[in-house]
């Protein structure tokens, strides 16, 4: 099994800032890239930033300039600090990872935290 628990979302006034963890843990030999995705309302779920192993990033381009995505490789857990945040930036986000385990290389996902940002 593996899980992915993600911590940091809430409510925050627009301009405000808040930051996601993520900590990947369970039957894991490797993990290549880590990720966040979000879900608005109504609209399917997309990417927001991710990051590989070698720290290669790459941003969706409504969130460049104002959002960072880190990772600390030695605990399998990958950060995102959303600074100047907007309204359209609620949504559920969600942890991702593609790892390697005995199942092969597959994508996993965490249960989501929630995000919303009022005007």
């Known amino acids: 099994q593996v899980q992915l628990v993600e911590s940091g979302g809430g409510l925050v006034q627009a301009g405000g800032s808040l930051k996601l963890s993520c900590a990947a843990s369970g039957n894991i030999f490797s993990i290549n890239a880590m990720g966040w995705f979000r879900q608005p309302p109504g609209t399917q779920r997309e990417l927001v930033a991710r990051i590989t192993t070698g720290s290669i990033t790459n941003y969706a381009d409504s969130v460049k300039g104002r959002f960072t995505i880190s990772r600390d490789n030695a605990k399998n857990t990958v950060y995102l600090e959303m600074n100047r945040l907007e309204p359209e930036d609620s949504g559920v986000y969600y942890c991702?990872?593609?790892?390697?385990?005995?199942?092969?290389?597959?994508?996993?996902w965490g249960q989501g935290t929630q995000v919303t940002v009022s005007s």
């Open positions: 991702n990872a593609y790892l390697f385990n005995n199942r092969g290389w597959n994508d996993y």
